[in-house]
Nanobody, 124 residues
Framework: VQLQASGGGLVQAGGSLRLSCAAS????????MGWFRQAPGKEREFVAG???????DYADSVKGRFTISRDNAKNTVSLQMNSLKPEDTAVYSC???????????????????WGQGTLVTVSS
């Protein structure tokens, strides 16, 4: 599967952005999806994930502010980001895995496919 992330940009603190990840290839509904981010000088970290059956999980740092969703008919997964903070600044990447679990995978090592990333910059 190929993944294409979009929707990044520059936003002021307190603002919102919506990231989208379009998938092509095999049946999208068979993938569990995740969003990760990597800030300059830091390791990649889990942001949010959604299973094949729409169970979701979030990093504590974004819980209550970010919402992940998927549209299997459109082969897309989205990340709605509200109340953005300067510390949310990072390159955001979407990822997919065919490995089944009723729970969201937080480890990036579980994901087989990665998109190219989209930059989110939050100014203070």
């Amino acid at each position: 599967v190929q993944l294409q992330a979009s929707g990044g940009g520059l936003v002021q603190a307190g603002g919102s952005l919506r990231l989208s990840c379009a998938a092509s290839g095999r049946t999208f509904s068979s993938y569990a999806m995740g969003w990760f981010r990597q800030a300059p000088g830091k390791e990649r970290e889990f942001v949010a994930g959604i299973t094949r059956r729409d169970s979701t999980d979030y990093a504590d740092s974004v819980k209550g502010r970010f919402t992940i969703s998927r549209d299997n008919a459109k082969n897309t997964v989205s990340l709605q980001m509200n109340s953005l903070k300067p510390e949310d600044t990072a390159v955001y990447s979407c990822a997919a895995t065919t490995t089944y679990s009723p729970y969201v995978f937080r480890s990036p090592n579980t994901y087989n496919y990665w998109g190219q990333g989209t930059l989110v910059t939050v100014s203070s």
